[in-house]
Structures are given as structure tokens and as C-alpha cells.
């Protein structure tokens, strides 16, 4: 049997109830939503069912969104059935705070450096990571710069004009 | 119309007839069997002419550098013939292209691998400021970590003005003073930059 979205989002209600929500179907990618409680065990229940056979991480990263208290940070799954061709998608909602997500390195060997990258960039902590520390910035790097309270030029230049570079200055 | 091909079927005799360039001669007494300079000048003559570069290319000034390199350009003509890829044995490193903050000890260290006297060429922006990665990520120029010679400005720099820039170096290394390298204002300059 073809293995379509509304199949897979009949599995996953029926096994998870009112912890899978949020479903949409953006260009026809499934997407939902799951507590960060659960995403060990809805990723589990990907990878093992006989059907749904999600057992390929094409990526993890995280979003951040200042203006939901409670809910800053996502952090996104893509997972990739690679027998049927299918992909899906979904999210886990945490505060910034207390940025604490389960890792997901014991079911994917690959979400070992994505997780390491999603740390650097957005500070989620990925509790049972094995080596959780800064892959692409320098170690000595002390904050997280994919946070949206952090533009993006550098802040230690001096030699700029400020008013030239959008910085400081007006530009109407 | 598309333009049409053409192939080099009747290639042209190199006319090296009066053709070649030859170094001038320092200026100096001379007379009839003797000529007498100062063993600066002629230093200063031997190493402008046969400076050994050492490309350190990143990115998008990289690729200008090899047309640089190539037979159109030919950054050959000016006694730069061989590339050396072992900083011990080169006098000058050409930093092309955009330096990571993380690669910045990297280039620091190559650059004192390199022996005395050595040059620093910055070509592009990035080299030089940063360019438009004005960004966390990103070294914003690399005179913070080395001291540079020359900058060449561009994003990227057509091949001209890399020779151009590799003509500047060789106008410095020509004019330099033997002593300018163990001076107190060179030492304080490299001990600025954390470099005994
Ligand atoms: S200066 Fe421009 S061309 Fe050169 S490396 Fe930077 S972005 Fe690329």
C-alpha cells in the first residue's frame, strides 16, 4: 500500500493521541508537532514500525521565535522513509530558558554533529549527547548567534562608520 | 550572432628578439673592468626578482588568483615562477579570500613558519576588511592577526590588480633596508601582534 500523509498521520494519532498536533501539509511535506517530552518516542515509533520505516535523519536544526514565551525555540526533525521515498517533518517546542531536548543520537548516528551544530548556533541542550561542544565556531565563542537578539554584524569592529553600515546611525 | 570559434592555426613566432626584459643595474660607481654598488642594492635586486609566493586562497579571489597564475596573466613574467606550498621556503604569503575567524590561527601559523624576510600580501576585500561578511564568523581583515605589506582592493580584484599588488611587493622588498628586519620599530610591530 502507498504510503501517503494521510495514512501516516492516522498511525501516529492513533498511537499518540493528542501529542501529535499542528497538522499541515506545506508543498505536501507532513509537518507536525509533538511535547519535547516525546520526541524520543515518537522518533522511536518512526523507525521501527514496519510501515512507516523512517529510518534516515536528513536534518536537524532549530528556529527561534522571540515572541512565543514559553515556546522560543524549535527544534526540527526531517526524516526520510528511504524504501517508499517519503519524507516528513516535525517539531519540538522548548523554552529558552531551560533549552533542554533529548537527544536523538542513539536512534540516528547522524544527528551526532547536527546536534553539536544546532547547539553552536541556537544553545539547545541535547541531554545524553556524548560530546555536546562547538563544531563550526571558534570554542571560544560565548554566546549563540543564530539567536535573533544577536544581529549579525560584528560587534567588535571599530573601524567602520556605524551610519555607513546600518549600524547605530539612521539611514532615512 | 554567436561569436565564432577560433583556433590557433597559425600561431605567431614569439618575437623574443630585443624582447626580453632585463633588471636595470643599481646605480653605483663604475669604471673601465670594476663596478661598485652597495650589497644592499644588489640583495635587494636578487630577491625583488625572485620572490617565491605562497598562495593562501580561501575563496572566490582564489579563483582570480589562478587566472593570475596562468598563461594569460602570468604572474611568471615578474620572477615569481614557482609557487612554493611549504611557507619555510616562500618570502611571501598571498592571503586570497575570506578568513574564517576559526582560520585565523591557522594563517598566523603559517605565516611564522615562514623565515625572515617575509611579506604579506592581502588580496580582496575579505582579506583585507572583511568585505561584505560583516559577521560573527568571519576574521574582519587579516591584519589582526598578521601584519600585511600590501592590500589589494576588489571583490574580487581583476588579475591586473593582483599584479599590480605583487609589483608594489616587489617595489618594498627592492627598497628595503638589510637592517629593517632585527630594527626595535620592526620588533615592536610583530611584538604587537603577539609575535616574538
Ligand atoms: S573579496 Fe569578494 S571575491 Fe574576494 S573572497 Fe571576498 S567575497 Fe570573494
Given at each position: 500500500?502507498?504510503?501517503?500523509n ?7 494519532e ?6 501529535v498536533?499542528?497538522f ?5 511535506l507532513?509537518?507536525f508537532?509533538t511535547?519535547k ?7 522511536q515509533?518512526?523507525?521501527?514500525d ?5 529510518q ?13 514565551p514559553?515556546?522560543?525555540?524549535a ?11 517519503v ?6 517546542f522548548?523554552?529558552i ?6 537527544t ?6 547522524s544527528a ?6 544546532t ?11 556524548p560530546?555536546?561542544?562547538r563544531?563550526l565556531?571558534?570554542?571560544e ?14 560587534q567588535?569592529?571599530i ?14 | 550572432m554567436?561569436?565564432p ?7 605567431r ?6 624582447n626580453?626584459?632585463?633588471a ?6 663604475q ?6 654598488t ?16 605562497l598562495?593562501f ?13 596562468g598563461s ?14 611549504t ?8 592571503v586570497?579570500?575570506t578568513?574564517a575567524k ?6 598566523r ?8 624576510p617575509?611579506w ?7 582579506a ?17 592577526v598578521?601584519p600585511v ?15 599590480d599588488g605583487?609589483?608594489r611587493?616587489q617595489?618594498l622588498?627592492h ?11 620592526y ?10
Amino acid at each position: 500500500m502507498e504510503l501517503t500523509n494521510d495514512y501516516i498521520r492516522q498511525r501516529l494519532e492513533e498511537k499518540f493521541g493528542v501529542d501529535v498536533s499542528g497538522f499541515e501539509q506545506p508543498y505536501g511535506l507532513l509537518t507536525f508537532e509533538t511535547p519535547k517530552e516525546n520526541n524520543l518516542k515518537v522518533m522511536q515509533f518512526l523507525f521501527d514500525d514496519a510501515e512507516l520505516r523512517f529510518q534516515f535523519l536528513t536534518d536537524l536544526t532549530a528556529v527561534h521565535y522571540p515572541d512565543q514565551p514559553g515556546r522560543e525555540l524549535a527544534v526540527v526533525y526531517h526524516l526520510h522513509n528511504l524504501v517508499d521515498n517519503v519524507r516528513i517533518r516535525f517539531k519540538v517546542f522548548t523554552a529558552i530558558e531551560q533549552p533542554d531536548v533529548f537527544t536523538a543520537t542513539s536512534l540516528y548516528a547522524s544527528a551526532n554533529w547536527m546536534e553539536r551544530e544546532t547547539y553552536d548556533f541556537f544553545g539547545v541542550n541535547f541531554v545524553g549527547h556524548p560530546n555536546l561542544k562547538r563544531i563550526l565556531n571558534v570554542d571560544e565563542m560565548d554566546y549563540f548567534p543564530m539567536r535573533k537578539e544577536f544581529p549579525l554584524e560584528d560587534q567588535t569592529r571599530i573601524d567602520k562608520d556605524d551610519e555607513m553600515f546600518g549600524r547605530g546611525g539612521h539611514i532615512f | 550572432m554567436p561569436r565564432p570559434v577560433r583556433f590557433n592555426v597559425h600561431p605567431r613566432e614569439a618575437d623574443i628578439h630585443n624582447n626580453i626584459a632585463i633588471a636595470e643595474m643599481p646605480a653605483g660607481l663604475q669604471g673601465e673592468g670594476y663596478f661598485a654598488t652597495s650589497l644592499e642594492r644588489v640583495v635587494g635586486l636578487a630577491r625583488k626578482n625572485s620572490i617565491w609566493p605562497l598562495p593562501f586562497a580561501t575563496s572566490c579571489c582564489g579563483i582570480e588568483f589562478m587566472a593570475t597564475m596562468g598563461s594569460h596573466y602570468d604572474l611568471s613574467r615578474f620572477g615569481s615562477e614557482r609557487m612554493g606550498f611549504t611557507p619555510r621556503q616562500c618570502d611571501l604569503i598571498m592571503v586570497m579570500g575570506t578568513i574564517a575567524k576559526k582560520m585565523a590561527p591557522i594563517l598566523r601559523q603559517v605565516y611564522l613558519q615562514m623565515a625572515e624576510p617575509r611579506w604579506v600580501l592581502a588580496v580582496g576585500a575579505c582579506a583585507s576588511s572583511g568585505g561584505i561578511f560583516d559577521t560573527y564568523s568571519v576574521l574582519q581583515g587579516i591584519d589582526q592577526v598578521i601584519p600585511v605589506d600590501v592590500y589589494v582592493p576588489g571583490c574580487p580584484p581583476r588579475p591586473e590588480a593582483i599584479l599590480d599588488g605583487v609589483l608594489r611587493i616587489q617595489e618594498l622588498v627592492h627598497n628595503e633596508s638589510l637592517r629593517r628586519r632585527h630594527s626595535e620599530h620592526y620588533k615592536a610591530l610583530l611584538n604587537s601582534y603577539g609575535i616574538e
